[in-house]
């Protein structure tokens, strides 16, 4: 086999010689853009951010800048505005600022959410609204999270 791939499991082995081995990892990734934010679907905006952020190994002091140049209308003349009148907030900060400026006031807070949450169809379906709620809340530990599920059975 000396000088053809062969699989096994997620890595490829390219053989060099008999005694020489190289072993290089397959990536396999789905292009992945960073969305527009218009100041509509906050928290979705927010997951595939963060999810653009860690795929693409963005560093910290990188993050506001993207975010920038990815938001429209509204919430771009906000982020201006927010910026200049912050000093260097963290993405972390920023996002709480954006919770605070774009979620609906009329909605309660992700926690309240959480407990009132309760099951209306199948498990399998409950589990996911408390999925999504849970995503918002990172804080959230694996007790609160079992107390939550099992209050809304």
């Given at each position: 086999m000396n000088g053809k791939d062969k699989e096994e499991g997620c890595l490829?082995?390219?053989?060099?010689?008999?005694?020489e081995e190289e072993m290089e990892p397959r990536t396999r990734t789905k292009r992945v853009e960073l969305p527009?934010?218009?100041?509509?679907?906050l928290q979705g905006w927010i997951s595939c951010t963060k999810k653009f952020f860690e795929i693409?190994?963005?560093?910290?002091?990188e993050r506001l800048?993207?975010?920038?140049?990815?938001?429209?209308?509204?919430?771009?003349?906000?982020?201006?505005?927010?910026?200049?009148?912050?000093?260097?907030?963290?993405?972390?900060?920023?996002?709480?600022?954006l919770i605070w400026r774009f979620e609906d006031?009329?909605?309660?807070?992700v926690f309240e959410r959480l407990a009132r949450l309760k099951q209306d169809g199948r498990v399998e379906e409950h589990i996911q609204e408390l999925e999504v709620l849970v995503d918002q809340a990172p804080t959230t530990t694996k007790e609160?999270?079992?107390?939550?599920f099992f209050a809304g059975l």
């Open positions: 490829v082995h390219n053989q060099k010689s008999d005694d527009i934010f218009e100041g509509m679907d693409h190994k963005v560093l910290a002091k800048g993207l975010a920038l140049i990815n938001t429209e209308g509204n919430a771009s003349h906000w982020f201006n505005f927010c910026r200049q009148n912050s000093k260097n907030p963290s993405w972390n900060e920023f996002s709480l600022a006031k009329e909605r309660s807070s609160q999270l079992l107390g939550y």
